[in-house]
């Protein structure tokens, strides 16, 4: 499996058989993704929760994709009501997709849309395929019950928010990966606005101090799992 990171928490995951699963793609109004909507191609779309800067372009993208949405379920609903295809799933409940599993999370957070409906919880979502897990935790501030989440899922990859303010900043981050333990740490949700700027190579020093190993990927990157 790839993994190409646009920046803010949008992700494209490209399956060994080619199956592609956006995250959360905010692209066009995202000053810092080099990438733009009508460049994706998505066959899932899965959102952690309803604000805008997730939601993003995923209805032009599912419009022109023909895209699945995979998501809690009232964010689901809202995605149907939009006139879109939607699979309704909740937290802590997974379901085996095509390219693999799909397992959602609590997080600590808000969801209402920007057109102001309820978009259910907020959510962290893991992912299982091609022998690799990627646990994108969504927006979410830092909570122990991570560490329930490590005792019952292996985490490969951990992706998290360091940008503070909205969400965790680098010290409960790295708090969220001690109690995680992934491989690799990879941080999101940084620099995007001025409001959340965060230094990720100040995130990388925490993890290695706890020994763990941090990635930080560029704008556009894509790697291999
Ligand atoms: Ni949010
Ligand atoms: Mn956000």
Same mark, same amino acid.
């Given at each position: 499996?790839?993994?190409?990171?646009?920046?803010?928490?949008?992700?494209?995951?490209?399956?060994?058989?080619?199956?592609?699963?956006?995250?959360?793609?905010?692209?066009?109004?995202?000053?810092?993704?080099?990438?733009?909507?009508?460049?994706?191609?998505?066959?899932?779309?899965?959102?952690?929760?309803?604000?805008?800067?997730?939601?993003?372009?995923?209805?032009?993208?599912?419009?022109?994709?023909?895209?699945?949405?995979?998501?809690?379920? #009232?964010?689901?609903?809202?995605?149907?009501?939009?006139?879109?295809?939607?699979?309704?799933?909740?937290?802590?409940?997974?379901?085996?997709?095509?390219?693999?599993?799909?397992?959602?999370?609590?997080?600590?957070?808000?969801?209402?849309?920007?057109?102001?409906?309820?978009?259910?919880?907020?959510?962290?979502?893991?992912?299982?395929?091609?022998?690799?897990?990627?646990?994108?935790?969504?927006?979410?501030?830092?909570?122990?019950?991570?560490?329930?989440?490590?005792?019952?899922?292996?985490?490969?990859?951990?992706?998290?928010?360091?940008?503070?303010?909205?969400?965790?900043?680098?010290?409960?981050?790295?708090?969220?990966?001690?109690?995680?333990?992934?491989?690799?740490?990879?941080?999101?949700?940084?620099?995007?606005?001025?409001?959340?700027?965060?230094?990720?190579?100040?995130?990388?020093?925490?993890?290695?101090?706890?020994?763990?190993?941090?990635?930080?990927?560029?704008?556009?990157? #894509?790697? #291999?799992?």
């Amino acid at each position: 499996m790839k993994l190409r990171y646009f920046s803010h928490s949008a992700v494209q995951l490209t399956t060994n058989s080619g199956i592609r699963i956006l995250i959360d793609p905010f692209l066009d109004g995202n000053p810092t993704s080099p990438v733009k909507s009508d460049d994706v191609v998505a066959d899932y779309i899965i959102l952690t929760h309803g604000h805008g800067d997730h939601i993003g372009d995923s209805f032009a993208i599912a419009k022109r994709c023909n895209s699945l949405f995979i998501c809690v379920n #009232e964010l689901a609903n809202y995605c149907i009501a939009k006139g879109f295809r939607a699979h309704n799933m909740h937290i802590g409940g997974s379901y085996n997709f095509e390219f693999g599993r799909v397992k959602f999370t609590i997080a600590h957070h808000g969801s209402m849309t920007d057109d102001n409906y309820y978009a259910g919880e907020p959510a962290g979502v893991i992912i299982t395929c091609d022998g690799k897990s990627v646990y994108h935790t969504g927006d979410t501030g830092l909570f122990y019950d991570m560490k329930l989440i490590r005792e019952m899922n292996k985490i490969n990859y951990m992706l998290l928010p360091i940008g503070d303010n909205f969400t965790m900043g680098i010290e409960d981050a790295v708090k969220a990966v001690s109690f995680v333990d992934p491989d690799v740490a990879i941080p999101i949700h940084y620099n995007t606005f001025p409001i959340i700027q965060a230094d990720p190579n100040e995130f990388k020093l925490g993890c290695e101090k706890i020994k763990k190993y941090c990635r930080i990927l560029h704008y556009g990157e #894509e790697i #291999e799992l």
